[in-house]
C-alpha cells in the first residue's frame, strides 16, 4: 500500500525561525517519486520539488532545503530564516507504480510564521 | 492569468440543488483530475480524465458527475448532495496522467458548501 504521514498538523514559529516540515512515506515499489506542494491561503496547491528514489541527493533552493532518505522512508523540509509569506498548508505526496500514476498526499503541515 | 481556472470560487447550495463547477487549464495538458479537499483529511482524488477519457473513478458517489468535453474543460457537476459534501473541490492538469514524473498544476478550488 502507498501511504504518506505527515504527523505535525501544525506548527508555529516567529519570523527569522528555521523550520522542519517531517514526511514519512510508505510503498514497496523501488521506482517512486516524492514531492512537496504549498497551498496558501488563496487555496491552490502549489509545486515546490519533485524527487526520484534513485537520487538520494539533498538539494537546496534558497531558503529552502529537502532531504531524502530511504533508509528511514522520510522525505523533510526544511525553511531556513522563515517569513511571514510562508504561512501555508505544506503537503507532501508519493506517486508510484503502486499508485497507477496518482498522486497520494499526507494530511498536510499547517505552518502559521508570526512576525 | 492562473493556469488552472476554477468557478464558482464559493457555492451555497441546498440538498435538492443541481448546479456545476467548471475546471479550465490554459496549459496545452491532457490529463485533468478532481480532488476533495475535507478538513482534516487527506487530499482525495475523485476523478481522472485523460485525453477527455476517464481513467479513473475513485468510488465516488454517483451524486457527483464529472463531464469532460476536450482536453482544456473539466466539469463537475452536482446532485442530490449532502452536508457531508461540502468541502473544497481542487481541480488539476498535468501532461499526461499515469506516469511517475507528472507534476500537478492546481486552480484555486470551490468551496462547497451544502445546507
Known amino acids: 500500500a502507498q501511504k504518506v504521514t505527515q504527523a505535525q498538523t501544525e506548527i508555529s514559529v516567529v519570523e527569522k525561525e528555521d523550520v522542519t516540515l517531517d514526511c514519512v512515506y510508505e510503498?514497496?515499489?523501488?521506482?517512486?517519486?516524492l514531492f512537496w506542494y504549498k497551498q496558501p491561503p488563496s487555496g491552490e496547491l502549489v509545486f515546490l520539488i519533485r524527487?526520484?528514489?534513485?537520487?538520494?541527493q539533498n538539494e537546496i533552493s534558497g531558503r529552502y532545503s529537502w532531504n531524502f532518505q530511504k533508509s528511514t522512508s522520510s522525505f523533510n523540509f526544511t525553511i531556513t530564516a522563515s517569513q511571514v509569506v510562508d504561512s501555508a498548508v505544506y503537503f507532501c505526496?508519493?506517486?508510484?507504480?503502486?499508485?497507477?500514476?496518482?498522486?497520494?498526499f499526507g494530511k498536510g503541515t499547517k505552518l502559521s510564521v508570526k512576525p | 492569468e492562473t493556469g488552472v481556472t476554477q468557478t464558482p470560487r464559493h457555492l451555497v447550495m441546498g440538498m435538492t440543488n443541481k448546479k456545476s463547477l467548471k475546471c479550465e487549464q490554459h496549459?496545452?495538458?491532457?490529463?485533468m483530475y478532481w480532488y476533495k479537499q475535507s478538513a482534516k483529511k487527506p487530499l482525495e482524488l475523485m476523478f481522472v480524465?485523460?485525453?477527455?477519457?476517464?481513467?479513473e473513478n475513485n468510488s465516488v458517489p454517483s451524486r457527483f458527475s464529472p463531464e469532460c468535453p476536450n482536453s482544456s474543460h473539466l466539469f463537475l457537476h452536482l446532485h442530490t448532495l449532502q452536508p457531508e459534501d461540502s468541502a473544497l473541490y481542487l481541480c488539476?492538469?498535468?501532461?499526461?496522467?499515469?506516469?511517475?514524473?507528472?507534476?500537478?498544476?492546481f486552480g484555486e478550488g470551490s468551496r462547497l458548501t451544502v445546507l
Open positions: 488539476a492538469s498535468s501532461q499526461e496522467a499515469g506516469g511517475l514524473t507528472g507534476e500537478l498544476f
Open positions: 510503498t514497496r515499489d523501488t521506482t517512486y517519486y
Open positions: 524527487r526520484n528514489s534513485f537520487d538520494e
Open positions: 505526496a508519493l506517486i508510484s507504480g503502486g499508485s497507477q500514476g496518482n498522486l497520494i
Open positions: 496549459l496545452g495538458h491532457n490529463a
Open positions: 480524465y485523460n485525453f477527455k477519457e476517464q481513467t
